[in-house]
């Protein structure tokens, strides 16, 4: 049985991603990227997948683990009947060499301790060859990939696993340092881990301290904006949308997607997220990642990019994974990269808008680009498209779609009439004014006082719920407030919302799937805008309830089995966090910023730099001992 989703905790260095269970156990870490072969993928497959194991070997009487504040260094106790030990776990770059640290800290009395790693690379299949090097360390090798294991702990080999026992006594540090190189490079130097964790440490209370958060929820929002920090790829300011692959969206299902990569559809959200928190670095640094990865003909714009931008995302299944509680397949790469979505060119031009606002670049950057994205949508915005949920169905026309490319339009209008820059403004008020008529008549359904999910049909959509945030609609017209109304009789179960009715609409997939956390908050978001003030803090305090008790989000939420499902932890879901918390909580609110019914702004006090990493400083870097092999 695998552990449930919510049982995990991260650690990350900001290029990639760990999870640890509650039981002290590695399941999940892609090395040295985030879409990177994973070399521990006991998650969705079996121990032999590869993990590492650290443990009370005795029966514990308590388990409790919680982040140091402020930080993503993890903390999980063990008390047994003999005493009280603490697993400390973190990770740091040093150049070309990544590390995972592990620590395991003496409390009180004494608690006897089992340690199994398994390293089973290219997801879970490839054993590496494991040498002894002449001072100890233990170096695995396997093609491109080489991991080295430094412990004063004795070790063995049995079963093609490495083990150990020992004891944890009060007031010692036993450490374990496995680092990560390609295997062409000589053997990572030796870490000095006090001095390791204290620079870890350091950097995320740093980075924390720079926030702008207050209020009820500002422990909420800043593990949120820690979360998001930690799925920040910071070679490139691209933000993944989760660590993981194929957590399914049902158990048993077929919904598995990998996740590891960058989508346009969650920019503005999350740049607004981001600069409302004052994190302007990482917001700036977004919004250079999405100009570069778009950058080229419009016409080839993709709805997701690698993390450095990359455009081919191949799609394949990994049979030799049973999946996720028996969720086939495994997908790695995403087929979806390859559609048409309409929604993807509002989304973009919207976040530029913000950004321009937002003073993260100058007012001119990239709109020759966001221009030729305009004249694109203006020659296929009557086109048919997948939609914003990625459909595997037939080619629809989504009224989400459509508005987005109303959006692009409505974009443009502004940078000519508030920036100055040049552009057909004419033809494009035109434009948008015929997309908004169109909408009006083909999107709307006067019988049931909603917008549907697409012309001609009678199903609803979640993402019915921005209209009012990008500014379509007022939140005060009767359509808009009638459309929430639907949305609710249609499309909440337990009082969480559906993206959509999958026994309802062809996705071309077999249906059924949780609740969309990102769609439950955008409710809430729904809520405040139309003065529904109560609801929407009952329907928010009830999301964070959600949350594991690392304060961690899933994609969804199974109401049947009461339980955290699809990829995880779920950057979209962290951004709807954040927003709503600022939407109930500030006069300023993100929904209004979108819709520019508020005229304040937030704005970067200085220019925005490069984002920082949680690195190992030189001081941390011991020179290796000498020996023969490398």
Not at 157 to 173: D, I, V
Not at 217 to 232: D, G, M, N
Not at 551 to 558: C, K, Q, R
């Amino acid at each position: 049985m695998n552990a449930p989703i919510e049982s995990y905790g991260l650690i990350g260095d900001c290029h990639t991603a760990a999870l640890v269970g509650g039981d002290g156990s590695i399941d999940w870490l892609c090395w040295p990227r985030f879409d990177s072969d994973a070399c521990f993928a006991a998650l969705l497959g079996k121990p032999s997948n590869g993990r590492w194991l650290m443990t009370a070997s005795d029966e514990c009487r308590q388990v409790a683990r919680r982040y140091r504040p402020g930080t993503l260094i993890l903390e999980t106790t063990f008390r047994t009947e003999t005493g009280t030990a603490t697993l400390v776990d973190f990770m740091l770059v040093r150049g070309t060499t990544s590390d995972l640290i592990r620590l395991v800290r003496g409390d009180a009395g004494e608690v006897h301790m089992c340690m199994e790693l398994v390293l089973r690379f290219g997801y879970g299949l490839a054993t590496p060859w494991v040498s002894r090097m002449e001072d100890g360390t233990l170096r695995a090798v396997a093609g491109p990939d080489m991991t080295v294991l430094r412990t004063p702990v004795a070790h063995w080999g049995e079963n093609f696993k490495t083990a150990a026992h020992f004891t944890a006594h009060a007031g010692q540090t036993v450490p374990f340092v496995l680092s990560y190189c390609p295997s062409h490079l000589p053997v990572p130097e030796p870490l000095d881990w006090p001095k390791a964790m204290a620079d870890c440490e350091g950097f995320w209370r740093k980075w924390t301290a720079r926030t702008r958060c207050s209020g009820e929820y500002v422990e909420a929002i800043q593990r949120s904006l820690i979360t998001l920090k930690a799925l920040t790829f910071v070679p490139s300011g691209g933000i993944v949308a989760a660590p993981t692959t194929s957590l399914p969206e049902r158990a048993g299902g077929k919904r598995n997607w990998d996740y590891r990569y960058c989508w346009i559809r969650d920019s503005t959200l999350t740049l607004l997220a981001l600069m409302d928190a004052g994190v302007y670095d990482e917001a700036a640094a977004w919004r250079d990642w999405l100009q570069r990865a778009v950058a080229g003909s419009p016409a080839e714009m993709q709805i997701m990019y690698g993390l450095m931008g990359e455009r081919r995302l191949t799609e394949w299944e990994v049979a030799w994974l049973p999946g996720y509680l028996g969720s086939k397949p495994v997908r790695i790469g995403n087929a979806a990269h390859l559609q048409f979505q309409l929604d993807v060119y509002g989304e973009l031009m919207d976040t530029f808008a913000q950004a321009r606002k937002g003073g993260l670049a100058p007012s001119e950057s990239g709109w020759a680009l966001q221009r030729e994205l305009v004249k694109h949508v203006g020659s296929c915005w009557k086109e048919p498209d997948n939609g914003i949920w990625e459909s595997r169905g037939p080619l629809r026309h989504f009224t989400y779609s459509k508005v987005m490319a109303w959006v692009t339009f409505d974009r443009a209008i502004e940078a000519v009439e508030q920036h100055g820059l040049p552009g057909p403004i004419e033809d494009w008020r035109r434009t948008r004014a015929e997309i908004h008529e169109e909408i009006c008549d083909l999107g709307f359904d006067c019988t049931r006082n909603s917008f549907r999910a697409a012309y001609g049909e009678t199903t609803l959509d979640a993402s019915l719920l921005l209209l009012a945030q990008v500014g379509f609609i007022a939140p005060s017209d009767p359509r808009y407030r009638g459309t929430v109304e639907a949305i609710e009789r249609a499309l909440l179960v337990d009082g969480f919302v559906r993206r959509y009715n999958t026994h309802e609409s062809d996705d071309g997939l077999e249906p059924g799937e949780g609740v969309f956390l990102a769609c439950s908050f955008w409710l809430a978001d729904a809520y405040v805008s139309i003065g529904r003030h109560d609801e929407a803090r009952k329907l928010f305090e009830r999301l964070l309830l959600l949350r594991n008790d690392l304060g961690l989000l899933a994609e969804e939420y199974d109401t049947g089995q009461r339980r955290l499902i699809g990829n995880y932890p779920q950057a979209f879901s962290h951004v709807g966090l954040i927003n709503t918390a600022f939407n109930l909580t500030r006069a300023t609110r993100p929904a209004e910023q979108r819709a520019k019914v508020d005229a304040s702004e937030v704005h970067a006090p200085q220019a925005p730099r490069q984002p920082e990493e949680p690195a190992a400083s030189t001081s941390s870097r011991r020179p290796a001992p000498s020996s023969g092999a490398r």
